[in-house]
């Protein structure tokens, strides 16, 4: 079993109890898929993405709105 260097508990154990916690605060594990870049084929298809959405012809539009939504609306 591996120990923990620190307090000579197992990680599991620790690992367990850090996990506890977080529950008890009110949060809850999640997995998440993200795209892998190391792929070339992945990475092709995101560049190509990225390009028609920042060359799409209502993007000028969209990025207006969107600085709009982050101004102080004093």
């Known amino acids: ?10 990680v599991r154990a620790r690992v367990s109890r850090h996990r506890s916690k977080l529950r008890d605060a009110g949060l809850k594990p999640v ?3 993200v795209p892998d ?5 992945v990475r092709s298809r995101l560049q ?3 390009y028609q959405v920042e060359n799409y012809p209502g993007a000028d539009d969209d990025r207006a ?6 101004q102080d609306p004093e």
């Open 48 to 50: 190509d993405l990225s």
């Open 31 to 33: 997995q998440l898929w």
């Open 65 to 70: 709105f969107l600085y709009a939504l982050t």
């Open 37 to 41: 870049t190391a792929n070339t084929d």
């Open 1 to 10: 079993m591996v120990e923990d260097s620190n307090d000579g508990k197992p």
